[in-house]
């Protein structure tokens, strides 16, 4: 494995043929994107053995090396992940082609008109650990947007994105796009996403996705423009007037249907009047699916086999079966709770009360925030993006699940038959 600064001077001609490749892909005929991505799909379902060969050197380097459970699920792509991948690769096929779309224009007084439409970055930097399905997932939304995309996909899972990354490549080539318009440098290693951080004037946005230290670290040291992904503290409050049976499933299908991926409910807050009613029931429930409870004085009076909750328990993701419990006085503090330690990501308020819930919405600064539903929808392929680049938490350019628009950036076209400005 290339590892040096001298060896990742070899990067620059990877990165130099990324930008060539994206100057064609800009301009590609949306049917010639849509036949590598219905040959992208195809060649996955084709390939299925392969990929989950390969996926399991991962796995089993990972366990060796002693990855959490979170985190190897995250990794694991067997048949079913990689059929699901396919089709959502089909779905972005059929979406609409935003390249080109007018997002508003004038005619000017003088005859001038004008009108700023959508265009691709160029090249997408991605930098993620431990997550193949973003191979394919970016791969997809990065050609369909007409973006060259440049993955650092980590070691951890390198033998599934090489695979991956291969399929695609051809796909694209039968397909007549050039094959650049996706590549890895994985085998650089770290010092190759050190570069990519640096890369100013080969890579247009840099976008990150994993644990927070990854995140923070690009964000941090990145020259070039970064959209942060952010990691998912994400709450659910269960107010006076919350429905117990709506109380039992969401809290249950937003905390264990996939507790490793950043959706997935970390901090369960309860209205005082609410919690002999409802608190036994719903974390019995996720006793029962192997959930440890932490929780505070209060909420263990009312369920004893809860552990202490400590004060970093409130600003953790656990991406584990492991949930942070406490009982609130009011909405009030239950909104103060959250501004206190959401990273922004989702937030949801179960309730019968239309006026609580109006608060909630307006008050609660989050990318997503929900009434009476699982916090596991904040999902680009729940949305109809078909997938997902990844949630933005932060509120510049993009913000929520980024699907095929988030891609692309505008420029304005103007149009004139000989105007002089007076």
């Not at 060896?7 to 060539?20: I, K, N, S, Y």
Request: aromatic share 4%; hydrophobic share 45%; with cysteine.
């Amino acid at each position: 494995m290339l590892q040096s600064l001298n060896d990742v001077a070899q990067l620059t001609p990877t990165l130099e043929a990324a930008r060539t490749a994206s100057l064609s892909l800009a301009s590609a005929p949306t049917e010639v994107k849509n036949t590598a991505l219905t040959l992208t799909a195809q060649s996955l379902r084709d390939h299925v053995d392969v990929i989950v060969a390969a996926n399991q050197l991962d796995l089993d380097a990972g366990a060796s090396n002693g990855l959490s459970a979170g985190l190897l699920d995250r990794l694991k792509l067997d048949a079913s992940r990689i059929v699901a991948l396919a089709d959502s690769v089909d779905q972005i096929a059929l979406l609409t082609d935003p390249v080109g779309q007018i997002v508003r224009g004038s005619s000017l007084p003088n005859g001038i008109k004008i009108s700023q439409v959508r265009v691709p970055f160029g090249v997408i930097g991605v930098i993620y650990e431990a997550r193949p399905n973003v191979t394919v997932d970016l791969a997809a939304l990065a050609l369909k947007s007409g973006n060259a995309v440049v993955l650092r996909g980590g070691s951890a899972a390198e033998n599934s994105n090489r695979v991956l990354v291969d399929l695609v490549q051809s796909a694209i080539a039968v397909a007549g796009l050039n094959p650049d318009s996706v590549q890895t440098i994985d085998p650089f290693g770290r010092a190759g996403a050190t570069e990519l951080m640096k890369a100013r004037g080969y890579i247009d946005v840099l976008i990150p996705r994993g644990s927070a230290n990854l995140i923070q670290t690009v964000v941090t040291e990145s020259t070039v423009p970064v959209i942060e992904t952010g990691a998912g503290v994400v709450h659910v409050f269960l107010d006076e007037t919350a429905a117990k049976q709506w109380a039992i499933d969401i809290v249950h299908n937003s905390k264990t249907h996939r507790p490793s991926v950043c959706n997935a409910l970390e901090t369960l807050l309860v209205h005082r009047t609410a919690a002999e009613r409802l608190l036994p029931e719903v974390l019995g429930k996720l006793a029962e699916s192997g959930v440890t409870i932490h929780a505070d004085a209060r909420t263990r009076a009312i369920y004893p086999n809860a552990v202490p909750a400590t004060d970093e328990d409130w600003a953790t993701e656990h991406m584990s079966l492991d949930i942070s419990v406490a009982i609130v006085d009011s909405l009030d503090e239950a909104i103060a709770h959250i501004r206190r330690y959401s990273t922004g990501h989702t937030e949801s308020i179960i309730t019968n009360d239309l006026q609580n819930a109006e608060r909630f919405l307006n008050e609660v600064d989050s990318a997503a925030v929900m009434v009476n539903t699982s916090t596991r929808f904040t999902d680009g392929g729940e949305f109809g993006f078909g997938a997902e680049v990844g949630i933005s938490t932060q509120k510049l350019h993009a913000r929520g699940p980024m699907g095929l628009p988030e891609l692309t950036s505008t420029k304005w076209i103007v149009r004139g038959n000989g105007q002089v400005r007076s």
